[in-house]
């Protein structure tokens, strides 16, 4: 068995081995509320650097809180508006180096800087979004974009 350095402790887990986390965490659990608390949770203490971890789901046309981590967060939003309205209306992924050029950027933290938004579709219904921020500019890359997509995938997968 391989025993981590001090040097393996301090660095963030790459997405490889986020993606290997999902199936101990969430077990046979199905249901989505608990599923996506504890998925938030586990993104949220894994990378570096962000200060906000959450879902949105779509009910009656508008994106409403789910589960998150950080600080208390704009219930509803809707369809096309800010970040997570516009990669919801769109259905991809939206990377935003720097949420206040962000056309419509709709401020719930005053103190995020840029954001990843990832649309939760399955069999082409849009269920909703897992949104990610951060207080550093430009802190997400296309491996962010890559990363957090398969793990909305797994996600996705092992939930109702």
């Given at each position: ?5 001090s040097t393996e402790r301090d ?83 939206v990377v935003v180096p720097d ?62």
């Amino acid at each position: 068995m391989h025993s981590p350095t001090s040097t393996e402790r301090d660095r963030p887990p790459t997405y490889a081995e986020l993606a290997e986390e999902p199936a101990a965490l969430l077990g046979d659990e199905r249901d989505r509320i608990a599923n996506t608390a504890n998925f938030a949770a586990l993104v949220y203490h894994a990378l570096p650097d962000v200060n906000w971890v959450g879902f949105y789901f779509l009910r009656a046309g508008e994106l409403v809180l789910g589960p998150f981590q950080g600080r208390p967060a704009c219930i509803r939003i809707p369809l096309g508006k800010g970040v997570c309205g516009a990669a919801a209306a769109r259905r991809a992924t939206v990377v935003v180096p720097d949420v206040h050029q962000f056309p419509g950027h709709i401020a719930c933290d005053a103190r995020s800087r840029s954001e990843v938004v990832v649309p939760l579709v399955r069999g082409g219904e849009l269920l909703g979004v897992l949104d990610v921020d951060s207080p550093k500019l430009d802190r997400f890359t296309d491996e962010d974009r890559v990363g957090l997509e398969r793990l909305a995938r797994i996600l996705l997968e092992r939930s109702e």
